[in-house]
């Protein structure tokens, strides 16, 4: 397995967002389309932003909170007809459990809890080689995160 990291979020020529990870190398990257719904727990983690109408992600972070659970690490297990499949690892003491989880609830969890990330030699098939990444793609990304957080109010 290679760890790899939360990098930044861009738009397809469809305007639809596209999440892009990172390996530690920056050799390659694993990019992750979403609609703009699916994105919504993944910029609640980035921003620390808790709705006024809670989301599932937001219960599952009381559950994992209030249970002092540490989420352990995500894994991306699996792409297949554009459905990725990930397993989240939550640990309290000793004892480890493994669950399927929707990619953007794993993602915003792992993102929240600072929770290494983790994709499977079959998923690094799925990677496209690193040639150069702008490096002000986060300073384009800043104003569509601030308007989309006046469309929640």
Not at 106 to 118: H, M, Q, R, S, V
Not at 138 to 149: G, N, R, V
């Amino acid at each position: 397995m290679k760890k790899v990291a939360f990098q930044t979020i861009v738009f397809d020529s469809d305007m639809n967002p596209v999440v892009l990870l990172i390996d530690e190398n920056q050799e390659f990257v694993l990019p992750l389309f979403f609609t703009p719904k699916e994105l919504e727990p993944i910029l609640f983690s980035l921003e620390n932003f808790i709705p006024e109408q809670p989301e599932t992600y937001n219960l599952l972070l009381e559950i994992i909170k209030t249970n002092n659970l540490k989420v352990k690490e995500l894994t991306i297990t699996d792409i297949f007809a554009d459905r990725v499949f990930s397993v989240l690892s939550l640990k309290k003491g000793r004892k480890e459990q493994f669950y399927n989880c929707r990619i953007n609830d794993g993602l915003a969890l792992a993102i929240y809890f600072k929770a290494p990330i983790y994709i499977t030699e079959k998923v690094e098939l799925s990677t496209y080689p690193v040639t150069s990444l702008p490096d002000d793609l986060e300073k384009e990304l800043q104003p569509l995160i601030e308007e989309w957080k006046k469309s929640l109010n």
